[in-house]
């Protein structure tokens, strides 16, 4: 009986008795995010004109990093990822978007691997960019930017990992829809030979609704509620 009315007290308390909060339920936002399809399923691919092809190719799923049909870069984690050439017939953009509605959450993080690869032409002075935007209702907010180097060449890079820590954008957007965008811009007319290459994107979310913390105010009223509880049972005695 003791043990029951202890129980009722702090639970009226709002102090739980369990292991704590809920399982963390975490959700990937992304789907098909690499690429093991053998397709884009999932993707929206654009680019603002026309590719040919060579150095002047968009994005394609590909087994090899030799499917930016310019200068290679790395091969597939799995068996496929994103490639294009990273050049063309500039000014252009190429955007490789997926569309979702963003859940209520506690914490977001956005993962993917990139690898590239640039030759120089010589006079061609305004860098190559990559950006990862997230737009919704209008807004369009840069989560990551990568510029190129200007005057000097890069041999192809193993695939590196960016993780980028997106809670603050996505907290205010529960329940409304957003676009996760890879953009490329090619800024001149062929400024070089170059490759990228995109592999193992995810937008990780965690669900979880916040746990809560007693006030100290609360954990003294505890305290204050116990002491009582065994008050009494002394007098019982």
Request: contains cysteine.
């Amino acid at each position: 009986m003791k043990s029951n009315r202890i129980a009722g007290f702090l639970l009226a308390a709002g102090i739980g008795l369990g292991a704590g909060g809920a399982d963390a339920s975490i959700i990937n936002l992304v789907t098909n995010g690499g690429f093991e399809t053998g397709t884009f399923t999932g993707w929206s691919v654009a680019s603002s004109n026309a590719d040919t092809d060579g150095c002047d190719k968009g994005w394609v799923v590909s087994t090899t990093g030799g499917a930016t049909g310019c200068s290679s870069v790395a091969n597939p984690f799995g068996r496929y990822a994103a490639y294009q050439s990273f050049d063309g017939t500039g000014p252009k953009t190429r955007t490789l978007s997926q569309n979702f509605v963003v859940p209520t959450l506690s914490t977001a993080e956005l993962d993917f691997y990139d690898s590239y690869a640039f030759n120089i032409v010589l006079g061609r002075e305004i860098p190559r960019s990559f950006d990862v935007q997230l737009t919704s209702g209008g807004v369009t907010t840069n989560l990551y930017h990568f510029a190129s180097p200007v005057g000097s060449n890069v041999n192809a890079t193993p695939f590196g990992h960016i993780n980028v820590d997106v809670s603050s954008v996505l907290l205010g957007l529960a329940g409304k829809a957003a676009t996760l965008s890879f953009v490329t811009t090619i800024p001149e007319n062929f400024s070089g030979p170059a490759g990228f290459a995109l592999d193992n994107i995810s937008l990780n979310v965690d669900t979880t609704p916040p746990v809560h913390v007693p006030e100290p105010a609360s954990l003294a009223l505890v305290g204050l509620g116990l002491a009582g509880l065994a008050a009494t049972r002394k007098r019982k005695v």
